[in-house]
Nanobody
Framework: VQLQAYGGGLAQAAGSLRLSCAAS????????RGWFRQAPGKEREFVAA????????TYADSVKGRFTVSRDNAKNTWYLQMNSLKPEDTAVYYC????????????????WGQGTQVTVSS
């Protein structure tokens, strides 16, 4: 399974960005699709995750109410809609896929994308 994340860039505070992650290869066994982020000098942290049907979603408290994760199984793609962006959202965002149910733990994810930079200016 290969993952390709894209859609990052520069946004102003209170603005929006939409990240996408396209999966290719043998994706039939992938159950959970998630997003993590890593800011300079900080550890990678969980952002959001969505289960196979799309009805099960999990969010970090720091993004709840501002970010929305969704998926399109027919396109093997999932998304992270980021609204009301804050400077502290600045980080490299990684998409990840897991063979298990949604988890906030990075080691639960089996496949990772290369990351896309999101920079939010104040």
């Amino acid at each position: 399974v290969q993952l390709q994340a894209y859609g990052g860039g520069l946004a102003q505070a209170a603005g929006s960005l939409r990240l996408s992650c396209a999966a290719s290869g043998y994706t039939f066994s992938v159950y959970t699709r998630g997003w993590f982020r890593q800011a300079p000098g900080k550890e990678r942290e969980f952002v959001a995750a969505i289960g196979w049907s799309g009805s099960s979603t999990t969010y970090a408290d720091s993004v709840k109410g501002r970010f929305t994760v969704s998926r399109d199984n027919a396109k093997n793609t999932w998304y992270l809609q980021m609204n009301s962006l804050k400077p502290e959202d600045t980080a490299v965002y990684y998409c990840a896929a897991s063979l298990s149910r949604p988890s906030i733990v990075a080691r639960a994810y089996d496949y990772w994308g290369q990351g896309t930079q999101v920079t939010v200016s104040s």
